[in-house]
């Protein structure tokens, strides 16, 4: 007889996953980000999808004097406002998310097919629109800050003394910066260089650097260019004269503020077909509402770099 080898003791790795079932989680989108700015923004609901923002002309001409407790007659004044404010109209972006009823038929099960496709359609559009918050030529913020508001570093690295430049620009109640998570880093290892290592607070469960108590907000959305990126300084709310998001409210098929899902039926190729709508825009009220420093550099290597080391 031939010797056939010895046999197995057990039941192998390989042939009892045939009986079991894997935990499957729902599709994982790295291009999610946390969207801090759309979390800090005040979100204003605006009717038919304009909103006027009137402003003083002149404001310093307006004459106020104390009493002299003489006769004499006190100036009269009034307040002017500009002939033709600027209005903002809500952009819209679209998509229309396709998925076959086969599909959704036949391979939901432990995650609904429409609902998954339906959530990461609704979380790519939301990264667009804070994309479109910060860099829209349109209603954005990098776009539109006053050009008295603007900082431009001295080369270099992002230095505490860039950041009180823009602190004195926009000094009214600011909330919070906004940059690139590199810009952060930089700002970091130029402040610990420095030997003033900034603190940190917590906010929605995350912790942020800070400077001068103002928590330095990160977004991959604020653009990295030739090495280089901006920092945004924001005060938000309109009691504050400050930045505000603007939305559509009551839209038919509404999943959140200013986002809609409507089903628009199956065609003959049994694809049934879903508009995914997000109207949303964006409005600095007053000039000194943002401050913008240009021209930050975020490579590494200047943190050994003589010429920087002043």
């Known amino acids: ?32 980000s946390p969207r801090w700015l759309v979390h800090l923004l005040n979100w204003v609901p605006v009717e038919a ?38 209005e903002y109209r809500l952009k819209a972006v ?21 609902a998954q496709q339906l ?4 979380e790519a559009i939301k990264e667009h629109q804070e994309g479109e918050l910060i860099n829209s030529p349109d209603y954005g913020l990098i776009a539109n800050v006053a050009d008295k508001q603007k900082v431009t570093t001295l080369g270099g690295p992002p230095t505490p003394d860039d950041l009180d430049n823009m602190i004195a620009k926009a000094w009214k109640e600011p909330g919070f910066f906004l940059t690139h998570p590199e810009g952060i880093a930089a700002f970091g290892r130029e402040c610990t260089r420095r030997g003033v290592p900034p603190p940190t607070v917590s906010l929605f469960g995350s912790q942020f650097l800070t400077w001068r108590g103002i928590p330095i907000i990160p977004s991959d959305k604020v653009p990295v260019e030739d090495g280089k990126t901006k920092f945004l300084l924001i005060r938000t ?6 930045v505000v998001g603007l939305f559509q409210p009551g839209l038919a098929g509404e999943q959140s503020p200013g ?19 997000l109207y949303c825009s964006l409005a600095i ?5 943002v401050a913008l420093l240009e021209g930050a550099e975020v490579d590494k290597f200047h943190d050994y770099d003589p010429k920087y080391r002043k």
């Open 1 to 32: 007889m031939t010797n056939a080898g010895p046999r197995p003791m057990a039941l192998g790795d390989d042939a009892a996953r045939a009986l079991a079932n894997a935990t499957k989680t729902v599709p994982q989108m790295e291009s999610i």
């Open 49 to 86: 999808g304009i909103y006027r923002v009137n402003k003083v002309s002149h404001p310093e001409s307006v004459d106020i004097q104390c009493d002299n407790f003489d006769e004499s007659p006190l100036p009269e004044t009034f307040v002017d406002y500009e002939k033709s404010p600027r």
């Open 94 to 114: 679209h998509t229309i998310l396709d998925v076959h009823t086969r599909v959704s038929d036949l391979y939901s099960s432990p995650h609904d097919q429409i």
């Open 119 to 122: 959530r990461l359609t609704i």
């Open 237 to 242: 709310g309109e009691s504050r004269q400050g």
């Open 259 to 277: 986002l809609s899902v409507k089903f628009m039926g199956i065609d003959r190729s049994a694809i049934a077909s879903y508009l995914v709508s």
């Open 285 to 289: 009220l007053t000039d000194d509402a």
